[in-house]
């Protein structure tokens, strides 16, 4: 990946948690169930034995994936941003669209994406069109839906840890 993976505390957090999850309790509870199946004779039909081989898989994808993620994060506490009177990463951004309509936006890193809880990655056209905007500011957004203007309202940052 080229860009750095910015990431919040929370969410370095949030990926050490299922990390942790998976390699210290589920798996170790799959291969038991595996083994177990192994002992009841012919694999070929065996269900227990071919869902959890299937399952083991997954898992071991996933936590490949999540300890690749984790090496790549450059964590980043918004609470320590020092200009707050413009967006950067961890800003609590509110924005009007063309229709006056306020949301309350989140810019987190991109493992923290999740737009129906207004968390926005940091490399979304979204993000990136806001970045370094001051209240005031007007941008347009290219979306799936077609270009849009915001206005940005308020720029706010955590306080505390992150």
Excluded: C
């Excluded at 299922?18 to 004779?41: C, H, K, Q, S, V």
């Amino acid at each position: 990946m080229d860009r750095p993976n910015y990431i919040t505390p929370a969410g370095y957090a949030a990926l050490r948690r299922e990390y942790d999850t998976l390699f210290a309790t589920e798996r170790p509870a799959l291969i038991e169930t595996i083994a177990w199946a192994a002992g009841n004779g012919d694999r070929s039909e065996n269900g227990d034995y071919i869902y959890g081989r299937k399952r083991l898989r997954e898992i071991d994808r996933r936590l490949g994936w999540l300890s690749k993620r984790m090496k790549a994060a450059k964590v980043v506490d918004p609470a320590a941003q020092a200009d707050r009177t413009r967006i950067w990463f961890g800003a609590i951004v509110t924005v009007a669209d063309d229709d006056d309509h306020e949301r309350v936006l989140t810019l987190v890193g991109d493992d923290e994406t999740d737009t129906s809880a207004g968390r926005v990655g940091w490399n979304s056209p979204f993000a990136r069109a806001l970045r370094g905007a001051a209240v005031g500011d007007l941008r347009r957004v290219t979306l799936p839906a077609g270009e849009r203007g915001y206005a940005v309202v308020g720029i706010d940052y955590p306080r505390g840890d992150g």
